[in-house]
């Protein structure tokens, strides 16, 4: 693309683009939006032909990496036989999708309503928590627990959940009813103010059966929580945590849901999350690597106890979206998921990801800034401190995400500082060892560069 037709189209960008959680403004000012034309791997390509590396696959969502063929054609294939119709129809890749899903999935987890996204998947999963409770004479249960720092989408309804940092709230008053927060299992900045990662993970559990009982558990409907947390950075819980969750929803006759949006399809080193501690939810949300975000494509699964609750007369689930069931990203989700189990990039994301995480708690030796290292699998997180020992945060002022972002740019690393401050790492799923040699030694310079300013 010439540098005129880049020009002419940031300009045309500038006047009539809505960013994504950005001021249209201030990016003309810094000469974005970078307009992406390529991709391969881990790897981007802008229109003033410069490579990048993309260290957090698009939104920790290209989990197979870019510029997959064979994914473009099973798309266009499937637009040229039916693109779609929907009305109580179904079509081919949809049900072959359906039934992946029941066979990859833990459990009696085996049937699945499609989505086009996360928080359809969100909004989907806590209408069939109500509703299964109304089915069931139990009209009361509407609350909802999720976790302080979570996210569970943005749309009016799972806005609510979590209350993630930096998601300013405040201009969607008033809040969607029955929401309840309870702690994140964060041992590194634990609420309960325990660094022992079981400890912490035991008092936050409990903290959600206090909840259902202070609430009393008549009126509470679903915990939603995703197996490992990413808005603060990667938090792996304790290993008793997802168990006792398990029991504790199985005593109140509270629904289990698991926010696997991120998680699921391989990034944690599991196909699913929840598999590392063998816990089975009554519900699993998932998008972003279901489809590697080649198109949009989301699902909410549900035990077979529960999604039986929803035939006879006058209980079907009464819940559509024009696009669900889409036979297009459906063919495109069963590509992916056939990638994915080929080329074998669970255990590569477990096997990378060690590797990984091994280079940034090297790092961490260096960079005294380097407060904790955390994840699992190709789902990483650095959180940077002013002072290790006492992990005070970086004042505001000093705009230390701004700095890392701007020595990240300098270097072709689409990597994200957030928060205060949070650098989460989630590259496609096939990425190797010298790839992660790669992107370590950018960090580390990133790091050294920002290092020195601060001293200066
Ligand atoms: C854990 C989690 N749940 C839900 C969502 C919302 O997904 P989407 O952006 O596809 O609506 C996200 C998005 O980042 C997420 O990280």
């Known amino acids: ?251 109140y006759g509270v629904l289990l849901i698991a926010d696997e949006v991120i998680t699921g399809f391989g990034r944690t080193g599991k196909m699913f999350a929840v598999e590392h501690w063998n816990v089975v939810p009554d519900l699993i949300t998932m998008a972003k690597g279901m489809c590697s975000t080649y198109l949009p494509l989301g699902a909410t699964i549900a035990r077979q106890e529960i999604a039986d609750e929803f035939t006879g007369e006058g209980r079907c689930f009464q819940h559509v979206f024009t696009a669900a069931g889409h036979p297009v990203p459906a063919a495109a989700g069963l590509k992916n998921i056939e990638i994915i189990e080929r080329e074998k990039l669970v255990e590569n994301a477990r096997e990378v990801g060690a590797y990984f995480r091994c280079h940034l708690q090297a790092l961490q030796e260096k960079h005294a800034m380097i407060g904790d290292v955390r994840g699992i699998g190709l789902m990483l997180s650095m959180e940077l401190v002013a002072d290790r020992k006492t992990k005070a945060c970086f004042p505001v002022e000093q705009k230390i995400p701004r700095r890392l972002m701007a020595a990240f740019k300098k270097r072709r690393l689409l990597l994200r500082a957030h928060g205060n401050v949070i650098i989460n790492l989630s590259p496609p799923l096939c990425v190797s060892r010298p790839d992660v040699d790669e992107i370590v030694a950018l960090i580390d310079d990133s790091l050294a560069e920002v290092g020195k300013e601060l001293d200066s």
């Open 1 to 251: 693309m010439t540098a005129t037709e880049t020009e002419q189209l940031r300009s045309l960008a500038e006047k009539h683009l809505w960013m994504h959680s950005a001021d249209w403004a201030q990016v003309a000012l810094e000469g974005e939006p970078l307009i992406m034309v390529q991709g391969q791997g881990m790897r981007v390509t802008d229109s003033e032909g410069n490579s990048w590396i993309d260290a957090n696959a698009g939104y920790a969502s290209v989990n197979v990496g870019y510029g997959r063929q064979e994914i473009a054609e099973a798309a266009y294939e499937q637009m040229r036989q039916i693109s779609y119709f929907p009305q109580r129809s179904a079509n081919p890749p949809t049900i072959r999708l359906v039934a992946k899903l029941a066979q990859i999935t833990p459990g009696s987890l085996s049937r699945t309503f499609l989505s086009s996204g996360g928080s359809e998947a969100n909004e989907t999963a806590l209408k069939i928590a109500r509703a299964y409770h109304h089915r069931r004479g139990e009209n009361n249960r509407h609350k909802i627990i999720s976790r302080r720092g979570s996210y569970h989408g943005a749309t009016a309804g799972v806005l609510w959940l979590g209350s993630a940092e930096g998601t300013v709230l405040s201009d969607y008053d008033p809040s969607y009813p029955g929401v309840l927060h309870a702690p994140q299992p964060n041992s590194y900045r634990c609420e309960y103010e325990s660094s022992n990662a079981t400890e912490c993970a035991t008092r936050c559990a409990t903290a959600i059966e206090e909840l259902i009982q202070t609430h009393g558990a008549e009126t509470v409907a679903a915990v939603i929580a995703e197996p490992v947390t990413s808005g603060p950075g990667a938090i792996v819980p304790g290993d008793g945590y997802w168990p006792r969750l398990r029991e504790i929803c199985d005593r």
